[in-house]
């Protein structure tokens, strides 16, 4: 078994979205505030690609912002509009110290009295650009901490930050997964993910794309497809596939390059893999959400 290093507790309406010439569809169930009372775990992705990422998860009354990607402003807007007050939040997690997971932290922080989870050296790095917050939980990559019925397991994946992680969120008899920028599945990434019925996923590029773009240099897209970069549609899919077992129900694709990907592809190559787990892409621009 994967040995994690530290262990730490701490108190449709679809609308039709339009990619180029090929149409689209997510899913945005909009719910009453106080849904958020009930005992499941739901998450909402408030924006999510190379322009920033965010995302709100909730269980048994408590809501976590993970990672605030946006600006301050769209942060607030989106949660609005989807009927979050930002001060309902309990905490934020971050997953890594890149511009487009923290953009909108620092100016979110000033008036957002809240615990904001780190693992050390992302706190470190954050810390050193200039958010101040007087109240940092740090964790060890790989700790586990609740939220009173709601239980957080990190766990360590290969990006090229500085201590990178994933999240399992658990309650009662449900758990949902996000696993954003990664280069590779490892082991331990399969083995905390397994029993999840619902996955926050990246599928940054099509392979053919990202080797046919002309925009990127050579070294720009060996970054992407190194091992401590970010997942293929094709690596995406083999993970579902391993998963779907195991339970998993609904994927949600994320952190989609706008020029080396699209919905569609995306979205075809992850189905073709399995047929009985419902794929879904997030966007950039817009929420999508509530799903469970």
């Not at 408590?62 to 769209?74: H, N, T």
């Not at 110290?97 to 050390?120: C, F, Q, S, W």
């Not at 590029?205 to 992407?224: F, N, V």
């Amino acid at each position: 078994m994967p040995h994690d290093p530290g262990r730490m507790e701490f108190q449709g309406q679809i609308s039709k979205c339009q990619h180029k010439e090929l149409r689209w569809f997510t899913l945005a169930l909009a719910l009453p505030p106080r849904n958020f009372l009930l005992p499941r775990v739901r998450f909402i992705v408030l924006g999510s690609g190379s322009g920033g990422n965010a995302a709100v998860v909730e269980a048994g009354g408590i809501r976590l912002l993970v990672d605030a990607g946006l600006s301050a402003k769209q942060l607030t807007d989106r949660m609005k509009a989807s009927g979050i007050d930002p001060a309902s939040l309990s905490a934020v997690l971050l997953t890594h110290e890149h511009g487009d997971h923290i953009r909108g932290l620092r100016v979110m922080m000033k008036n957002l009295p809240v615990p904001v989870y780190a693992t050390p050296s992302t706190a470190m790095v954050v810390r050193g650009g200039g958010v101040d917050t007087a109240s940092w939980k740090i964790f060890e990559s790989g700790a586990q901490f609740h939220f009173n019925g709601l239980s957080v397991q990190s766990f360590a994946v290969p990006h090229d930050a500085v201590e990178p992680v994933g999240f399992v969120f658990r309650h009662e008899d449900k758990a949902f997964g996000l696993l954003s920028d990664t280069g590779h599945i490892t082991k331990l990434i399969a083995e905390r993910l397994r029993g999840v019925h619902a996955l926050f996923v990246e599928a940054n590029y099509d392979d053919a794309l990202l080797e046919a773009d002309t925009k990127r240099p050579w070294s720009t897209k060996q970054r992407i497809s190194s091992r401590h970069g970010h997942l293929s549609n094709a690596q995406t899919a083999a993970l579902v596939s391993e998963l779907a077992p195991a339970g998993l129900r609904r994927v949600v694709l994320g952190h989609l390059s706008r020029d080396c990907n699209c919905p569609v592809t995306a979205a075809t190559a992850v189905r073709s893999s399995i047929t009985e787990v419902e794929v879904i892409c997030a966007e950039q621009d817009r929420t999508c959400g509530w799903w469970e």
